[in-house]
Each structure stands twice: as structure tokens, then as C-alpha cells.
């Protein structure tokens, strides 16, 4: 019936009241460390309004609390569509970085360096996690070199390498070198 325009406003006064249930409900199973029900509860606000980036940001949350972080990064994302802010940037950058995308992470946290906002504990993880994937088992061997007040020819050589890949593409002449026997950068040098 177009002459009831109290309905309208009744059904959004409806939708509105079950919204809030269903978030303090959400809320609720948080605290009681129920995360499963309490994701399923931000789920069924995010159907009744699908736009809102509050949702998002709170099923998000609770999804890297879990450490499923492919899923929360699909909620950072569908809240960047709304709403648009660096803190949601560097929880991006953390999924990424989780996700050991540290390539994708390092971009977004660029883009924040030069709007000027840096999370510098975030930028060492990234690092580390840069690092970590350079030196593999040989990490340890990384963090001495980098401790070190000056290196030999084999840290040398292992940087340059580990760095610069495409070095090792480059044509090679084999010439004998007899101190280099026992090292453990003898295939970089």
C-alpha cells in the first residue's frame, strides 16, 4: 500500500534493532572466547548490511585473531571499498605479510611511507621475513654477518648473491680456488 510510508520507516527501525543483536550477540561470544559463533554472528550482520566497513573491520579482527589470514584479508578489502583509512592499510600489510606475500606487503607499506604513516614494528617483520626467505636455513649465518663489524670475502659474496640473484646467471669462467673448500658460501663465490 503506497499511502503506509510508516512501513519503510518501521523496516528499517527493524533491520536496524536485529543489526545490533546480532553484533552484541557477536561481541558477547568473543568474550566468552566462542570465535566460531561469534564469526558466524559478524557473518549474518555483514548479509542484513553488506556495505558497512564497521562489519568488516570487526570480522576481520577476529579472523587474524585466528590466524586465518587469507579470510581476513578479504574482509580488509571489502572494508577498503567503504572506507578508506592507513590503519586499514597496515592490517592489509599484516595478512600480506603472514601470508608470506612480503613482496605485495612491502608495497602497501611503501604507499604509507609516502602519505607519511610508518608502523615501524610491522616494516621489521616484513624484513625479517624478506630475510628469512633470502637465507633460509643459512638465517643464522645472515644474523652474524649483519652484527659484524666487517666481513670476509665469503659474506661478501653470499650477500651479493642471496641480493642479486642474476649473478649467478652471468657467464662463468671455472678457475680453481683452493681456500674456499670447507666454506659455506663456496657456491656463491
Known amino acids: 500500500d503506497p499511502t503506509r ?10 533491520l536496524l534493532l536485529g543489526t545490533e543483536n546480532l553484533l552484541r ?7 566468552e572466547n566462542r570465535l566460531a559463533d561469534a564469526e558466524e554472528l559478524y557473518r549474518q550482520a555483514i548479509a ?5 566497513p564497521a562489519f568488516h ?42 601470508l608470506g606475500r612480503t613482496e605485495e606487503a612491502r608495497e602497501v607499506l611503501d604507499r604509507l611511507r609516502t602519505q607519511g604513516t610508518v608502523d ?29 663489524s666487517s666481513i670476509t670475502r665469503e659474506q661478501l659474496a653470499a650477500i651479493l648473491v642471496r641480493y642479486f640473484p642474476q649473478i649467478a646467471e652471468f657467464q662463468q669462467t671455472p678457475e680453481v680456488i683452493t681456500d674456499i673448500r670447507d666454506s659455506w658460501a663456496r657456491p656463491e663465490i
Open 48 to 52: 542484513d548490511a553488506p556495505d558497512e
Open 5 to 14: 510510508t510508516d512501513l519503510e520507516a518501521k523496516q528499517q527501525k527493524s
Open 57 to 98: 573491520a570487526r570480522l576481520a579482527r577476529l579472523l587474524a585473531q585466528q590466524q586465518k589470514w587469507d579470510e581476513a584479508l578479504a574482509q580488509y578489502r571489502l572494508q577498503m571499498k567503504s572506507a578508506i583509512s592507513s590503519e586499514i592499510e597496515k592490517n592489509i600489510a599484516e595478512a600480506l605479510m603472514n
Open 25 to 31: 550477540s557477536a561481541a558477547k561470544a568473543e568474550q
Open 120 to 148: 615501524e614494528g610491522l616494516e621489521a617483520k616484513v624484513d625479517e621475513l624478506e630475510d628469512l626467505g633470502r637465507w633460509g636455513t643459512d638465517i643464522e649465518v645472515f644474523n652474524q654477518i649483519k652484527a659484524a
